[in-house]
């Protein structure tokens, strides 16, 4: 899956998480010389966790290049840098993050969910035809967010999913803005 950032509601992300209303990293601006990584693993360890080899691994992995990526995808280029960690592994550590606040998962299509860095809230457009993945900024979401808590009383996580549609690119000319 490609990631394009196409219009004005695609939107860059610093690569860094927050964490339960504490800021890491990015969010505060990483001073040259600072290590996201070795903040989170700060942080992993204030609230009684252990720092291993394979969670280490996993991070440099996701604030490496800030894609989505599968936990499979994690797993192989963790594995390129130590072959015996397994793929459970990969996810119990993938769960710990989550529950602190380090990364998202995202279901973007018919595939497998996504890991990415939670930063900053932001919803996902994919298209069926050719998987394009615009990052679409949380205010996008908006007026649909309202109305789902007005009507139904229900609150939803634009993290969480993907909207499915064409891009500009694949979608019939009679459609394209």
């Known amino acids: 899956m490609s990631l394009g950032r ?3 509601e695609a939107q860059e992300r610093p690569l860094a998480a927050t964490t339960a209303g504490e800021p890491i ?3 505060r601006g990483v001073l ?3 290590d996201p990584v070795e903040e989170v693993l700060s942080l992993l360890r ?3 966790g252990r720092v291993t080899s394979s969670r280490r691994l ?3 992995c996701l604030f ?6 599968t936990a499979e ?3 192989e280029a963790v594995q390129a840098q130590a072959p015996d960690v397994h793929l459970s592994t990969i996810y119990r550590n993938l769960d710990e993050l989550e529950r602190l606040g380090v990364v998202v998962h995202a279901h973007l299509g018919h595939g497998p969910a996504t890991y990415h860095l939670a930063s900053e809230t932001h919803g996902h457009l994919v298209c069926e035809s050719c998987g394009t993945m615009v990052e679409a900024s949380e205010d996008l979401f908006a007026s649909l967010a309202e109305e789902a808590r007005e009507r139904f009383g229900f609150v939803i996580d634009p993290r969480h999913f993907a909207v499915l ?3 500009r690119h694949c979608a019939p000319p009679d459609s394209r803005v």
């Open 6 to 8: 196409t219009g004005g």
């Open 25 to 27: 990293a990015a969010d």
């Open 32 to 34: 040259p010389g600072e």
């Open 46 to 48: 204030a609230r009684g």
């Open 58 to 60: 996993l991070l440099r």
């Open 64 to 69: 490496g290049d800030g894609a989505h990526r």
């Open 73 to 75: 995808e994690l797993a």
């Open 165 to 167: 549609g064409s891009c």
